[in-house]
């Protein structure tokens, strides 16, 4: 049974930072690629940043560069997401998502799985 459950969510003022965790089981870890997705409230779920399975390669969106950073644990079956210097612009619900992509070719058809969701809201 495959589960991805995210943590870490809340409210922080602006400038500040959080640290948000998504826990895998069920099924191959690192022969995922993992990605972080956000959805603010009356717009579309829009990816923020994804790792490659053996954790070598990265992507962000142009708004959180040098902000936001990604890693994986996979060892604990684990991906992170580091939110610092907060903006309320980044307030929304975040998404881990699982995409199965070994050897960096991705085939969703095997592979796409979703967590459900965890609060961000950067407000003073």
């Known amino acids: 049974q495959v589960q991805l459950v995210e943590s870490g969510g809340g409210l922080v003022q602006p400038g500040g930072s959080l640290r948000l965790s998504c826990a895998a089981s069920g099924f191959t870890f690192e022969s995922y690629a993992m990605n972080w997705y956000r959805q603010a409230p009356g717009k579309e779920r829009d990816l923020v940043a994804r790792?490659?399975?053996?954790?070598?390669?990265?992507h962000y969106v142009d708004s959180v560069k040098g902000r936001f950073a990604i890693s994986r644990d996979n060892a604990k079956s684990t991906v992170f997401l580091q939110m610092n210097s907060l903006k309320p612009d980044d307030t929304a619900v975040y998404y881990c998502n699982a995409v199965y992509c070994p050897n960096y070719v991705c085939n969703p058809n095997r592979g796409d799985y979703w967590g459900q969701g965890t609060q961000v809201t950067v407000s003073s």
């Open positions: 790792i490659a399975g053996a954790g070598d390669r990265t």
